[in-house]
């Protein structure tokens, strides 16, 4: 059983009860941190009730890894597009049939900020935009990434998925939910 | 009392979309904004790009741009704060929204406004827009309005566009 502890809402340390706590507009929702080596991080059951979700990640380990919702794995449904630049050139480029989460070269770790607005929203297919990349001393790349997933489907499930190289033990997923004014 | 991150107000877009929308009387109790917007125009089978304006100033604003389109990068300037190339209405795409979120430091410094603007647009397709933006707006006074409007009048922002504003207080 899982409980509440008073919270000080505060600067001037007024206790107050846990219904009257608001915690602002960017709640954590879970986090993910292997233990060893894995080639897999799932987030389940991502409740329907924030106007957005916001994946930040710490990737250890060399390797491309994809992004995949609600368990889908129908390849067509997904898209990307990425802007990159590796330090004295620049580059676009797209795929088909995958949605890209993170392109590391190096072991000491990409950093990834994924933002997916309106997750949830019926009436749209599901863009994710990406803030990410990586320095090797000497060697680095740097990207804005989108991918897209065609479908109208509310997001309940995100799974990252190494398709290259693993997600060693350093690595780190957190998803946080974004509410919308009036929530 | 304002937390770290706090949710300020949104806007969707209803049935018959909108040319510009806009919100008014910013707290100024914040230190940044936030503003993240899920949107495309009605424009067919081209990108369309958002003008914001702070405080409704038509003038005032300057952006550099650096884009990917699917298969080469390129950088621009514009006399205007701009999202560019967000989304347009993709004949096979009707269901695709561009991703934007605009970052406003500090506004309600009596400097100039810096903007950082990054951007997504998608496709099934080669053809897709992203855009890393650095905007200025060349104004002391401090932002109390943003209003956004649709690149080119002919063609509104859709129906189930959205805009949320959020602001960040930092600890002083």
Known sequence: MSSISLKYKSKSGNLTAPGDVDLGAMIPLATVTPYTTTTTVEFNSVPGNYSHLQLRALVMGSGYSTLRFNADTTTSNYRSHYLGGQGSVTFAGSDANAAYFANSGSANGMAVILDLLDYSDTNKY?????????????SGEV????????????????????????????????????????? | MAYTYSKIATYTVGSGGILSMAFLSIPQTYTDLVLKISAKSDRPNEYQSLVIRPNNDTANGTTRT??????????????????QNLQGNVATQANVFGSADVYIPNYTSANYKSFSIDKVGENNATTAYADLTASLWSSTAAITSLTIITGNLSYPIMQYSSFHLYGIKAEV
């Open chain 1, 126 to 138: 599901k863009t994710q935009r990406y803030a990410q990349g990586w320095d090797n001393n000497g």
């Open chain 1, 143 to 183: 990207y804005l990434t989108s991918s897209l997933w065609m479908s109208t489907a509310a997001i309940t499930s995100l799974k990252i998925t190494a398709v290259t190289g693993t997600f060693a033990s350093g690595s780190h997923f957190a998803l946080y939910g974004i509410k919308r004014a009036g929530a």
């Open chain 2, 66 to 83: 650096l884009e990917g389109n699917g298969s080469a990068a390129s950088s621009d300037t514009t006399a205007s704060i701009l999202i």
